[in-house]
């Protein structure tokens, strides 16, 4: 077959595959309108469901810094989503949901799509460092709840400051910054040189003349930081104004300024910087001054204490200032330290829980008749000069239940002040049907102007609640389902009973000392019995002792001299010496023969010398018994034997060897 | 001359007597300071019962606490408090941490009078409920067990082991009174068996009297009143590193609400409580002390109501 040929059978063939082909192209052709008909209504399907995007207001922030959470639900369907809710991890002060409608008109496809929805909003206040998975954030939709996704968020320790700033990725020179109070942009450096000698300087409003330091720390450009107050109690505002002045014309603000630390406080930055600022001019010394308001910080007080707020410092930018670009000329302010107490316990109302400011409270009750089990919405409103309440007390009693607020807020600052308005949103169920008192909306403060407690509060005025018409066989939906409530297990203690706090034995210093001095006292009491029989038996011992006996024949031997009988004295004596040898020697002397008697007391351990006298003491009391009665030599004898007895004496007594005295028997 | 003299001693027997009396109105005064903080009079009660009954819990809480700040302590105030809270737990107006302040204030209440049965069966059934709660959720706290000696301290009370101690003192004084003064032999065998047992009794006794001293005056108690109380380092960061053999369970990061620990130190926002064998932070705001029994190192010497009858 040659090419391009279609034969006979080639036709018939084709001819058979035509319908094929022909419904094929039906099928593709459906096929498309049905994909184009899907692409045309998809947006609307698509959106069915609940868009939710949930932001924060900085990715960074430092320790008592804030930063803003928003979750925007948005739902093309009638019903809008609401109930928010976030869940925030441990380390925040959480302030809301403040939630807000939204209504967004697009055209998506070709239909043009109504959405509607909420944008509510949380103010997180950080309290301690970390990296933090701040959500998922939730909406009721539909009787369902649903997610969106979780945003992380830094919060860096005391000290250390968020790296983005906005003014720090401006560049140098700015066309828009108000550092030029002229308009003139770049050319701010010859500007000025035109203004230092010419008349434009002048135009400069005068700086108040509470701006003007009394002296200036630097003669080119420095930083001065004021308070409003040294002394504040935990919640009130401090305002922190720290101004830059130059000498050298006008300035701007270098890139990577070191912001100051505030751990103990929640701030609310009133200034971010110079740039809307007036620029102020004085002249001091001959030089002319520019000075401009850099930052303002309304600081509120975590803590009771002296709580430093760190220094500021900031980088001067501009050619008389040595610096163009980069860190500029770089100044820095002082530490500040700020003495904080606690409000006063003296006048302390009921529920205080630490609201500090002058605010007023309105509300409004609507509707004010409802069925029983239906709600009314009481709308409450609190204004005015502070850190805004987080809360109100609001009137509890039996058959109303006051659901979670939605919070509203509306912050402003005026001269410097913080302030504004917040507004509480409150469900109150009702279930008891009558007039019901709905009581008083109450917020107790303190107001650091008047130093006083106050308590502002709003009377609610009546609602009336009208039974069910099916009443027969409705309970009281708080009713417990099983079982009595724990609560109703207590009952409340009316009266007082006497009461006498806990005193253990251990704090009493008696305890301690009975445990060691009653056995101690034992055994001293013990010690000192035997201790008085020892000294007893010694006395006893020492009594019938042969040294005794000794002083005892001494004195019957002076005696005998005084009587003027010799005789008698040299008895003494002898019996005086013997004695006297035996305590010293234990030697029984009376029955050792005269000659054998030195060396025998010279055995026993008596030197020599004294042995020796010892005998002829003795032979000198044989002389005198037998010899002339003279009373000198008498004396002298007994004078003799008195020195002998006393030297014998004052050696040890010694105990004669029992294996000697036994030979010797 | 002379007549001016006794013008003259008149005069400082007048300073004496106003000095005098100005002393001893100072001393009064001072006694006045010193005394009993007063309790609140029977119709304050009645006041807050009345709010109680009808429904207004918070008005209760807030007069309650209001006496708690104002040093008031008292075991009938501390266990109306729990009953407020748990009243308001228990109502459509119910707080996160309100069974957690019920615990507080019922284990204030059961510290300051031991024998308050109805606050110990009440605890009991609020720590059970507590349990049973947290045994529906995957993300439990745990609860470590007390430190040995805490543990041998609270199964017969500080005053006992002192007791025992004192006993031991007792029997080795008399034991040694036996020994040394009789001469039987069998009497001076039995006083030093005596002594010697008394000697082992009184150092236990005083040992474990002068452990619950030092715990006592070193560390307060307080109950976790969160949901679930994170622990931290000292620096502040979460860990879970206080696992251990003293601890129940596998987790430990968490202690759950209700859970009664012992503060040892406080920096910043941070108290430092024992747990189990170690040490771990929670943050301050996440536990409630309760209000020291007796003379405590940490909370000094409380101020007990004053009831006027």
């Known amino acids: ?665 | 001359m002379s007549a001016r003299a006794p013008q003259r001693r008149r005069g400082a027997g007048l300073v004496r007597g106003w000095t005098l009396a100005g002393v001893v109105a100072l001393a009064g005064l001072v006694e006045l300071a010193r005394a009993d903080a007063p309790a609140p009079s029977p119709e304050d009660l009645a006041k807050i019962q009345a709010s109680l009954e009808r429904g207004a819990f918070s008005d209760a809480i807030a007069e309650l606490e209001l006496w708690s700040d104002r040093g008031v302590v008292h075991p009938d105030l501390s266990f109306d408090r729990g009953v407020a809270y748990l009243g308001r737990a228990e109502s459509p107006a119910k707080r996160r941490a309100d069974l957690g302040q019920a615990v507080a204030a019922f284990e204030e209440a059961l510290q300051l009078a031991p024998g308050d049965e109805e606050a110990a069966i009440i605890l009991g059934r609020i720590r059970a409920e507590l349990d049973a709660g947290r045994d529906k959720r995957a993300s439990a706290g745990v609860v470590a067990r007390p430190r040995l000696s805490r543990a041998l301290l609270e199964l017969v009370g500080e005053d006992v082991w002192a007791g025992l101690g004192a006993l031991g003192s007792l029997v080795l004084s008399l034991g040694l009174v036996a020994r040394l003064a009789s001469s039987q032999h069998r009497a001076r065998l039995g006083g030093g068996i005596a002594a010697v047992v008394g000697l082992v009794v009184a150092a236990l006794g005083a040992t474990m009297a002068y452990v619950g001293h030092h715990l006592r005056m070193t560390t307060s108690p307080a109950v976790v009143i969160v949901e679930q109380a994170r622990l931290q380092g000292a620096d502040g960061r979460p860990i879970a590193a206080a696992r251990g053999a003293s601890t129940l369970g596998e987790s430990a990061d968490r202690v759950p609400e209700g859970t009664l620990v012992h503060i040892s130190a406080t920096r910043g926002g941070l108290v430092q409580i024992e747990w189990g064998d170690g040490e771990a932070w929670l943050d301050a705001r996440d536990v409630r002390r309760i209000a020291p029994s007796a003379t405590t190192g940490s909370g000094g010497t409380a101020r007990t109501a004053r009831v006027e009858r």
């Open chain 1, 1 to 665: 077959m040659k090419p391009g040929c279609v034969c006979r059978s080639e036709r018939r063939r084709l001819a058979r595959s035509a319908p094929v082909a022909r419904g094929a192209k039906a099928l593709r052709l459906a096929s498309v309108l049905w994909l184009a008909a899907l692409v045309a209504l998809w947006p609307r399907a698509g959106r069915a469901d609940v868009e939710l995007s949930l932001s924060l207001g900085a990715r960074e922030v430092a320790v008592g810094e804030s930063v803003q959470v928003r979750l925007d639900a948005m739902s093309a369907d009638d019903e809008s989503p609401s109930d928010p809710e976030l869940v925030v991890p441990s380390g925040f002060e959480v302030r809301g949901p403040s939630v807000g409608t939204r209504q967004q008109v697009s055209i998506s496809g070709f239909s043009m799509v109504t959405q509607s929805g909420i944008t509510a909003t949380w103010l997180l206040t950080a309290t301690r460092p970390g990296l933090f998975t701040i959500g998922p954030a939730t909406v009721l939709w539909k009787g369902q709840r649903r997610q969106a996704e979780t945003v992380q968020l830094s919060v860096l320790p005391p000290g250390q400051q968020p790296r983005v700033r906005s003014r720090s990725r401006r560049p140098a020179l700015d066309p828009f910054d108000a550092f030029d109070p002229f308009g003139r942009g770049s050319g701010f450096d010859d500007l000025f040189d035109r203004l230092r000698g010419g008349s434009r300087f002048e135009q400069l409003p005068a700086a108040p003349r509470d701006l003007v330091p009394e002296r200036a720390p630097d003669t080119l450009a420095f930083l001065d930081a004021h308070i409003d107050t040294r002394r504040a109690v935990v919640g009130q505002q401090v305002t922190l104004s720290i101004y830059a002045h130059g000498s050298q014309g006008l300035f701007q603000e270098a890139p990577g300024a070191r912001e100051p630390t505030h751990p103990d406080f929640l701030a609310h930055r009133l200034v971010e910087d110079g740039s809307r600022q007036p620029v102020y001019q004085y002249s001091r010394g001959g030089e002319r001054w520019i000075a401009v308001k850099v930052r303002e910080i309304a600081l509120f007080p975590l803590r009771a204490g002296r709580l430093e707020i760190g220094p500021l410092e900031f980088g001067f930018l501009g050619r008389r200032y040595g610096a163009r670009s980069g860190d500029g000329l770089r100044r820095s302010t002082r530490p500040i330290f700020v003495d904080v107490s606690e409000p006063p316990k003296e006048g302390r109302p009921a529920g205080y829980t630490g609201e500090v400011g002058d605010f007023e409270l309105r509300a409004t009750v609507e509707p004010r008749t409802i069925p029983a089990g239906g709600s009314i919405a009481v709308s409450a409103r609190v204004k005015g000069r502070g850190r805004l309440p987080g809360a109100l007390i609001v009137p509890e009693q039996a058959g109303t239940e006051w659901l979670e607020p939605t919070v509203r807020d509306d912050v402003s600052v005026e001269n410097s002040v913080v302030g504004g308005t917040r507004s509480f949103s409150y469900l109150v169920r009702m279930t008891q049907p009558g007039t019901i008192d709905l009581g008083a909306l109450r917020l107790p403060l303190f107001d650091p102007a008047t130093g006083r407690y106050r308590v502002a509060s709003f009377a609610l005025g009546n609602a009336t609640v009208e039974a069910p018409a099916t009443a027969a066989g409705a309970g009281d939906p708080a009713a417990p389902e099983d079982g009595p409530r724990l609560s109703e297990l207590v009952r409340f203690r009316a009266a007082l009973a006497p009461h006498e706090p806990a005193r253990f034995w251990t704090d009493r210093a008696p305890y301690w000392w009975w445990l060691g001095l009653a056995p101690g006292t034992v055994l001293a009491a013990f010690g000192l019995l035997r201790l008085g029989a020892r000294v007893r038996r010694g006395l006893a011992a020492r009594a019938d002792s042969q040294a005794t006996h000794a002083a005892r024949a001494l004195g019957d031997a002076r005696q005998a001299l005084a009587a003027g009988t010799p005789a008698a004295v040299a008895s003494a004596s002898e019996r005086a010496l013997y004695s006297g040898i035996e305590w010293s020697t234990g030697v029984k002397a009376r029955a050792v023969l005269r000659a054998d008697l030195a060396r025998e007391l010279s055995g026993a351990g008596l030197p020599d010398e004294l042995a020796a006298r010892v005998v002829a003491a003795l032979e000198a009391c044989s002389a005198l018994r037998f010899g002339h009665a003279d009373p000198a030599r008498a004396r002298a004898v007994v004078d003799d034997v008195d020195a002998i007895v006393k030297q014998l004496v004052r050696r040890a007594p010694r105990a004669r060897p029992r294996a000697a005295e036994e030979a010797r028997a």
